[in-house]
């Protein structure tokens, strides 16, 4: 198991690695003069020289590479090339808004999701299991987008109501205007992960219902109920519950747009301007801590598969 | 190879073995998976809006047809945008650009994954390693800031956003395709190939690839519609294809911005969008269903 999961550690660094390259690379590559954009298109030749110089981008490629990741180990972000805000502190400040949309949207996947998966594979092909499964396959096929903006225009063509859109409050300072602000979103980004989760908790349910210690368990004359939720479950909620770890990375992917849309003040809407901007300092940290959550998320998952199951460590 | 596939898939009833025609093997199919069905149908309807465009429309794409901002009406179907634009029209219009985009993207990036995995798998060794950390790497990136990433390094145009969903379809197919590869080298009959001194490349040509074709078809049916939904994305952020095409994200994104708000600007796009993305959906689950027996009744 130890050799397993130093390997396994071992291959995730050096993905991280690689990502860190591939990142840095493509933010370079990008059309645009950093500070041009920041000083705008009057500014003398001195004055770009000198804004060059000061954001270090006078010297060689590696240099910067390995000052940027020295940065990043040592948790130093260094300022964002327009706002010239430390984006560290940025980072603080946007951290919560993005934790709180994720953790609601994970609430609803959970709350939701599960649920109706169990009623669809225990009412399997009666018409419960179909109207779950509509919803789910619908669920997959709507642009979160498109939801977002009805659910934006809708209210304000028909009612005049116009929900606030200038950033995100404060759970603790004022929390019915924070809920109001964020329930409607997280609701529209759980839209995809609430669907898979529904189908992946029917199948694998429906998986462990055709096994013969069920059978036992039914022979024995237990009721419905235990059998669904003390012997089933169990056994079919592991790999649903991967599927949430990994929904959480695809998430991070998914609130660049809902965060842009709510305007909400958030990592995604962040790293959304700032790769449209050409905010290197901004982007290229973001994008790979983004990244290195979604490999070490990758990484627990088979590290707890290959503790629970000894075959897939030797293949 | 689909064909000979199915076509020499045989049914066995009191002990004769019979061999189907293709079209009862069709209609059998559509029984077995009426959703499936649905999904072809939705899609033919698609294809044949987006192939007789100028025949279905009676208004330009960019023609100032009536009045601004008309609601639907008999004339203007989904009404008029704030040029007074045919939203109808636009609507139908926007169904070339995104079968164009997905269609040209996905076959693109299946046929390079295809080819990508199917060598890694059947080589293994370095090469594999190498492709395999590269795979890993790309898979990483969540998608929509990977494609944010590559279209900010080329001009906005209809090919550039076909090249970089292509780029991020590729890893995707890499890595299923491999994981099959390294099965099928596996099997006796590839042992027996290379007894009888095939070369790798005819071994790979010959017997991976086409046995990955299947696989591969069902991958890149439900990646058609994650490919409309990446353009439809890209589009309602304003990267995607530009203007003067039509295109159902950015309509979506104007009828956000105008006023006075305009519902049906938003909403006959989002409805195009999500019909599509469901029939590739349905169509892809059901060839699944038909093509790989293992996963069978598994959604």
């Given at each position: 198991m ?18 860190s ?113 509509l ?74 219902l055709?096994t ?10 237990l ?27 695809g ?45 070490f ?14 075959r897939?460590?030797?293949? | ?89 636009r ?23 295809l080819?990508?995995g ?67 080298r ?21 017997h ?40 159902w ?9 105008s ?10 796009p ?12 349905l ?17």
């Open positions: 130890l050799t397993y999961a130093i390997r396994r550690t071992v291959m995730a660094l050096m993905i991280l690695w690689f990502i390259i591939v990142v840095f690379v493509l933010m370079r590559m990008m059309p645009g003069d950093p500070a041009l954009l920041q000083q705008g298109i009057q500014a003398t030749p001195e004055v770009i020289e000198r804004v060059n110089r000061e954001l270090g981008l006078d010297r060689p490629m590696p240099v910067q590479y390995a000052d940027w990741l020295w940065g990043i180990l040592t948790l130093d972000l260094g300022r964002s090339v327009l706002s010239q805000q430390n984006v560290t502190d940025e980072f603080m400040v946007r951290f919560p808004v993005s934790l709180q949309l994720m953790v609601l949207t994970l609430f609803w996947t959970v709350v939701l999701g599960i649920p109706f998966g169990i009623i669809s594979a225990v009412r399997r092909n009666r018409w419960p299991d179909y109207a779950v499964r919803t789910a396959i619908l669920a997959l096929a709507v642009p979160s987008f498109w939801i977002a903006t009805l659910v934006l225009i809708l209210p304000q063509q028909q009612w005049g109501y116009a929900p606030r859109l200038d950033g995100a409050v404060s759970l603790f300072e004022n929390p019915s205007q924070n809920l109001k602000q964020f329930i409607p979103p997280s609701l529209v980004l759980a839209f995809a992960p609430m669907a898979s989760v529904m189908r992946l908790t029917r199948s694998s349910l429906l998986e462990v055709r013969d210690y069920i059978r036992t368990a039914r022979a024995k004359g009721t419905d109920r235990v059998v669904v939720f003390k012997h089933a479950m169990k056994n079919s909620v592991i790999p649903v519950v991967t599927v949430i770890g990994l929904q959480v990375a998430l991070l992917g998914g609130s660049v747009i809902i965060e842009q849309i709510f305007n909400l003040n958030g990592l995604g809407q962040y790293v959304y301007r700032a790769i449209l901007q050409k905010d290197f300092a901004v982007a290229q940290s973001l994008v790979l801590y983004t990244a290195g959550a979604v490999v998320l990758n990484l627990a998952v088979d590290l707890a598969y290959g503790w629970l199951d000894p897939i460590r030797y293949s | 190879m689909l064909d000979t596939i199915q076509g020499t898939r045989t049914v066995t009833r009191g002990g004769l073995t019979a061999r189907r025609g293709r079209l009862v093997m069709l209609g059998r199919t559509a029984r077995r998976s009426p959703l499936g069905a649905l999904g072809l149908v939705l899609i033919l309807v698609l294809l044949f809006a987006g192939v007789f465009a100028p025949v279905i429309t009676q208004y330009e794409v960019n023609e100032f047809a009536g009045l601004p901002n008309e609601t639907p009406n008999s004339t203007f179907w989904f009404g008029t945008d704030k040029f007074g634009q045919d939203l109808f029209s609507v139908v219009f926007g169904a070339r650009i995104s079968l164009q985009v997905s269609f040209l993207s996905v076959i693109g990036g299946t046929v390079v994954g080819l990508v199917s060598f890694s798998g059947y080589k293994g060794g370095w090469m594999d390693t190498v492709v395999q950390r590269v795979v890993d790497t790309l898979i990483a990136f969540p998608a929509l800031i990977l494609l944010l990433m590559i279209v900010r390094l080329l001009d906005p145009s209809l090919r550039n956003v076909i090249i970089v969903i292509t780029i991020v379809i590729i890893p995707g197919v890499a890595r299923v395709v491999r994981g099959a590869a390294l099965a099928e596996n099997n006796q009959y590839i042992e027996a190939a290379q007894a009888l001194g095939a070369t790798d490349l005819r071994i790979l040509l010959r991976i690839i086409p046995n990955m074709l299947p696989l591969a078809i069902v991958i890149s049916t439900t990646l058609l519609g994650t490919a409309i939904l990446a353009e439809a994305s890209l589009s309602f952020l304003g990267l995607g294809v530009p203007p003067p095409n039509p295109s994200g950015a309509d979506i994104n104007t009828a956000r911005n006023f006075p708000i305009n519902i049906a600007q938003a909403f006959f989002g409805l195009a969008i999500t019909l599509t993305v469901l029939g590739f959906n169509l892809g689950d059901g060839l699944r269903d038909v093509l790989d027996p293992r996963l069978r009744g598994s959604s």
